[in-house]
């Protein structure tokens, strides 16, 4: 059953987590709505790629899609003023995309190569050459929607951006093709044994202002029914095997409270007892209280669960998207298979088996 359990918890996980990834963020076009950040840029130091989807929705002033220490890099959503280490480039007959339309926008550098790279859309539209020798600079602050430290008017962005990465590598051209290839495939090779920023990491920051998240259109609804039953499926089939953790419980709940109280019974009589027979069995008494106070606690939490997720209200709640609640289902399915900590509890409890 344990087996099972932790086979169940992987793909809730999954499910989880690609959800997630699934979601864009919504900037508005004012000034105070930005996010800012300070993230340890030193494996970046010497090579690095950014790339990311973008949905430009305004046109006025100079809107910044994103900044690295004002001017270290610097990207505008019409390519007007583009920069690296402070040189910058004017790019506007490259970005060309109509407003209101996904783009496919990356960037790559290494200190070997020399040079700063431009994609849109897959194909390769700037390179310039770097001063040799050379970094990024660390410890500075790393902007999405405004410019420097944030809330400059005339500067700010409006739009959407989705699957923002930050990899420590120089991506390849064909490796950025692929990348622009499909919106919704995540591409999650690229940052395999890989120091990156990632989007899970930039949908995690607070937010200045209005941002807010917004649906970038991945997942059909067909598709996020098709979820939405998994995830209650998942439900039905754990509370089954939660009645037999409860029960499993209650016989060890049990069993520790029958060797406490012959600990306690021997303590009071001492009989045929030595001194270092007595400081075992209050070693063993104290084991025990405590043993049983966790179990208690986890055969409580239990019947918590199994009370939730008998109630059935899961399909009925309409306040929010069916992404939201397909969270939801796989949130409390992950909380139904137990934790790692309460597995190992029961195994150690129950003779390793």
């Known amino acids: 059953m344990i087996i099972w359990l932790l086979a169940l918890l992987v793909p809730s996980l999954q499910s989880d987590s690609t959800l997630r990834r699934y979601t864009a963020l919504n900037f508005p076009g004012d000034s105070e709505s930005f996010i800012t950040l300070l993230p340890d840029t030193a494996p970046f130091t010497e090579v690095f790629s950014f790339c990311g989807w973008v949905r430009k929705l305004g046109s006025a002033g100079w809107p910044i899609l994103l900044s690295y220490g004002g001017n270290e890099i610097r990207v505008q959503d019409e390519g007007g003023h583009n920069c690296i280490f402070g040189s910058c480039l004017r790019l506007t007959n490259k970005f060309t995309v109509p407003r209101g339309t996904w783009y496919h ?21 700037a390179s310039r050459a770097t001063a040799p020798g050379r970094r990024l600079q660390t410890g500075l602050r790393f902007t999405l929607g405004n410019w420097g430290e944030g809330g400059l008017q005339g500067l700010e962005f409006e739009g959407h951006l989705f699957d923002i ?100 019974d021997w ?84 003779g390793g088996n």
């Open 105 to 125: 926008y990356c960037s790559s550098w290494s200190s070997e190569s020399g040079e700063f790279r431009e994609y849109v859309d897959g194909e390769l539209v």
């Open 165 to 264: 990465n930050f990899f420590a590598k120089e991506l390849s051209r064909s490796e950025v093709e692929k990348m622009a290839g499909d919106m919704c495939a995540l591409n999650e090779e690229f940052d395999e044994g890989v120091h990156s920023l990632s989007w899970e990491d930039i949908l995690d920051q607070p937010r200045n202002g209005t941002v807010s998240e917004t649906d970038t259109g991945c997942l059909e609804r067909d598709e996020v029914r098709s979820r939405l039953e998994e995830a209650r499926n998942g439900v039905r089939r754990s509370e089954k095997e939660l009645e037999q953790v409860a029960s499993r419980l209650n016989l060890i709940v049990s069993r520790l409270k029958t060797e406490t109280e012959q600990t306690l």
């Open 267 to 350: 303590a009071e009589k001492g009989e045929n007892q030595t001194t270092a027979e007595l400081v075992e069995s209050t070693a063993s008494l104290g084991r025990n209280i405590r043993e049983l106070n966790r179990v208690t606690t986890l055969l409580e939490r239990t019947a918590g669960i199994l009370e939730e997720g008998g109630t059935g209200q899961e399909g009925s709640d309409e306040s929010g998207s069916d992404a939201k609640l397909v969270n939801k289902l796989c949130e409390k399915l992950v909380g139904m298979t137990i934790t790692k900590q309460f597995i190992e509890l029961m195994k150690s409890m129950d």
